[in-house]
């Protein structure tokens, strides 16, 4: 079975915290995604790679950043956390057909 | 632009009526369609893809490429159908990123 594990799946941090949330994919695949869910708003794209130390804009990328340093490994970054980052984050992975880890539920204070 | 258009916030129906989750889109080429499910405590899955024509757990869906529809549809719902559901579209092949609605939750109820 294709295992997409993220980190941690609760997270609370204060407001200007820098905070790391990471994606790790056991099925060699190249494309990995940063997806934000929202209730109401559905998925959408923060990042995406379609290789290592590739990366390109999704949707809504402001206020983040991403790192792919090894093909199976994915970061997300928040470099100065507000609230309105409060949010589940889908890591994802795959090609045509997505594997979606759990998610990570960050709080921002 | 990509665009999905997923009109119903809210479905909800009774153990053993018929269902159909409407999914609209938006895209110039040939896009590649599919529906995604979330079940409660559970991570997003696919459910199914049109390529691949398949029923699942009951389920179909058709691409309607004159309507730029690809709602899905169930004969007769079932309590554990209760769940998440979001269509998404990428570009021909499946190799461009994954553009999601915005969901629809349906209950179905006893």
């Known amino acids: 079975d294709v295992k997409v594990t993220q980190s941690s799946r609760y997270l609370v941090k204060r407001t200007g915290e820098k905070v790391f949330l990471e994606c790790v994919q056991d099925?060699?695949?190249?494309?990995m995604f940063w997806y934000r869910q929202d209730p109401g708003l559905g998925l959408r794209l923060i990042y995406f790679?379609?290789?290592?130390?590739?990366?390109e804009k999704g949707d809504i990328p402001e206020g983040y950043s991403v790192s792919r340093e090894k093909k199976e490994r994915f970061s997300l970054i928040l470099e100065s956390a507000s609230t309105n980052q409060t949010s589940m984050y889908l890591c994802?992975?795959?090609?045509?057909?997505?594997?979606f880890g759990e998610g990570s539920r960050l709080t921002v204070l | 632009a990509q665009r999905v258009t997923q009109p119903e916030k809210l479905l909800s129906v009774f153990k053993g009526a018929p269902v159909e989750l409407k999914c609209n889109y938006s895209?110039?080429?040939?896009?590649?369609l599919f529906w995604y499910v979330q079940y409660s405590r559970q991570r997003l899955q696919l459910l199914l893809r049109?390529?691949s024509r398949e029923s699942i757990k009951g389920f179909t869906a058709d691409l309607n490429k004159g309507e730029t529809s690809f709602h899905l549809k169930k004969p007769f719902a079932q309590e554990e159908d209760s769940a998440m559901y979001y269509c998404?579209?990428?570009?021909?092949?499946?190799?461009?990123?994954?553009?999601f609605g915005k969901g629809t939750k349906l209950t179905v109820n006893p």
């Open positions: 994802a992975s795959g090609d045509g057909e997505l594997f």
């Open positions: 099925m060699d695949h190249e494309n």
């Open positions: 790679s379609y290789d290592v130390k590739m990366k």
């Open positions: 895209y110039s080429g040939s896009p590649e």
């Open positions: 049109h390529i």
């Open positions: 998404a579209l990428s570009g021909a092949g499946g190799s461009e990123k994954l553009v």
